[in-house]
C-alpha cells in the first residue's frame, strides 16, 4: 500500500542533477571516472548520472555494470548475502575513481558484495557510492559519499523505486510490505 510520495519526477532530476555536480567537485572534473551502476534500477540512474556529465563537462565517462542478487526474497529475512552474477566493465579499473550508483542503501551488503567484485578486477584510485535513497537499517560500515536523500523506514515499509526506463515513470514512494 502507497503511504508517502518521497519523490516526484521533477525531484528525482534534480537530485540526480546535484550528484553529477557533486562528483565533478569532489573529483575535481571527470578525468578518470568509471560510473557503474548495479542492477537494474542502479544502472538507469548511472546513465543518467553520466549523460548529465558528459553534457555539463563534454566528454564521455567510461561505464559498467554489475548484477547483484539477493538470496532473499523477503527483504526482511536478512540472513543470506547477495550474489555478484556478473560484471561487465569495458575498461580497466586500475587507477580510476570508480563510481557505484544504486537506488537503495540498506544493509550495506550489497555494496560489500560489489566491492568484493571489484577488488579482484584491479586496484582503483578509489570507489565512491551515490545512492537514491538511504532507507537506514546499515549492518556495515558502508555509507554513500553522494546522496539523493535519507528516507528512514521501519521493518515493516519498503521504498518503492520507479524509473521511466523500466517502469513508465519517475518516482519514488513509501509503501506498506
Ligand atoms: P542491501 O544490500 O544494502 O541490504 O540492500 C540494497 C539492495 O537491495 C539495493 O540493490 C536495492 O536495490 C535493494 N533494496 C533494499 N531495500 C530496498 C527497498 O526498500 N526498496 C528497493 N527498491 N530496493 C531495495
Ligand atoms: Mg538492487
Redesign the pocket.
Known amino acids: 500500500r502507497e503511504k508517502t510520495i518521497v519523490m516526484t519526477e521533477e525531484d528525482m532530476d534534480r537530485v540526480l542533477r546535484r550528484i553529477a555536480n557533486e562528483i565533478v567537485e569532489k573529483n575535481r572534473g571527470v578525468g578518470d571516472l568509471v560510473i557503474l551502476g548495479?542492477q537494474r534500477?542502479?544502472v538507469h540512474l548511472a546513465s543518467r548520472i553520466r549523460n548529465m556529465l558528459r553534457d555539463s563537462e563534454g566528454s564521455k565517462i567510461p561505464s559498467g555494470e554489475l548484477d547483484?542478487t539477493?538470496y532473499r526474497d523477503d527483504?526482511a529475512v536478512l540472513s543470506d548475502d547477495?550474489v555478484v552474477h556478473s560484471t561487465s566493465i569495458p575498461v580497466s579499473i586500475s587507477g580510476k575513481n570508480l563510481v557505484l550508483v544504486?537506488?537503495?542503501?540498506?544493509?550495506?551488503?550489497?555494496?560489500r558484495a560489489a566491492l568484493d567484485a571489484l577488488m579482484d578486477l584491479g586496484r582503483p584510485a578509489s570507489v565512491q557510492l551515490a545512492i537514491l535513497i538511504d532507507?537506514g537499517h546499515r549492518e556495515l560500515p558502508i555509507q554513500p559519499d553522494y546522496l539523493g536523500k535519507m528516507v528512514p523506514?521501519s521493518s515493516s515499509e519498503?521504498?518503492?523505486?520507479k524509473v521511466k526506463e523500466l517502469d513508465g515513470e519517475d518516482r519514488v514512494v513509501i509503501c506498506d510490505r
Not at 542503501?105 to 555494496?111: N, Q, S
Not at 519498503?158 to 523505486?161: A, L, P, Q, S, T
Open positions: 548495479i534500477r542502479g547483484i539477493l527483504l547477495p544504486d537506488d537503495v542503501l540498506f544493509t550495506g551488503r550489497t555494496i532507507r523506514t519498503i521504498v518503492e523505486v
